[in-house]
């Protein structure tokens, strides 16, 4: 038997990468997947009543799969963002949320693991390749890679770096992207970062005086 709880947000990737590169897990509009309370002929033999005013509305149907205690589970996009909804057997209730079987199991994650099209890693990290970044750390065959998003006034961004310091020493090699995203100052230093004649040191020395003066 399945149970129904409310579907959590995820809040939005404000880096542009991350952005182009990455799913979101979060409900769609209210009205898009509003109860329509009477169906366009077009869509009369594709999609049930209650699936026709998303679509109408711009939702796309990935794919559908059957579900748990009889339901049909229907993958939507809109944008960039995915979500999974369920019909009922007679076609007339939408569901929408998180099913929980009799074991406790969150049955929507093994969903989306299995419907939900995956992000195009490979795309991505194309992307990254191509933005503006500060590299630190070893230069030549390092043995990882990592891309960080970082903002000037970020405290968490700068114990990051701390942290980072001794792997770099022993083949990590890390690539900043600066977002701007906590105040008025972040654009600034990011520029200020990015247009010196030695931006690597520069980025340095505005870690080493964080949070001074």
């Not at 209650?50 to 059957?66: E, Y």
């Not at 990882?144 to 990051?160: A, E, K, M, S, W």
Request: net charge negative.
């Amino acid at each position: 038997m399945a149970t129904q709880r409310e579907n959590p947000m995820l809040t939005r990737n404000r880096g542009h990468a991350a952005r182009q590169g990455h799913w979101r897990r979060t409900g769609l509009p209210a009205l898009a997947l509003a109860v329509a309370l009477s169906a366009s002929p077009s869509w009369a033999e594709t999609y049930p009543t209650v699936i026709q005013d998303a679509v109408a509305k711009g939702v796309k149907v990935v794919t559908t799969f059957p579900a748990a205690s009889g339901l049909k589970g229907w993958v939507l996009q809109q944008d960039d963002t995915y979500s999974i909804v369920y019909t009922t057997s007679d076609n007339k209730t939408l569901l929408a949320g998180t099913l929980i079987d009799e074991h406790g199991e969150d049955l929507t994650a093994q969903y989306e693991a299995q419907y939900v099209p995956k992000p195009d890693v490979a795309s991505l990290y194309a992307q990254l390749a191509d933005t503006g970044y500060i590299q630190e750390g070893t230069a030549d065959n390092p043995a990882r890679t990592l891309y960080i998003f970082v903002d000037g006034n970020c405290p968490y961004c700068h114990y990051t770096w701390i942290a980072l310091q001794a792997y770099q020493k022993v083949g990590l090699q890390v690539r900043w992207i600066f977002v701007d995203t906590l105040g008025p100052t972040s654009m600034p230093k990011a520029l200020q970062v990015l247009s010196a004649d030695d931006p690597a040191a520069a980025f340095r020395n505005l870690e080493e005086n964080f949070g001074k003066p």
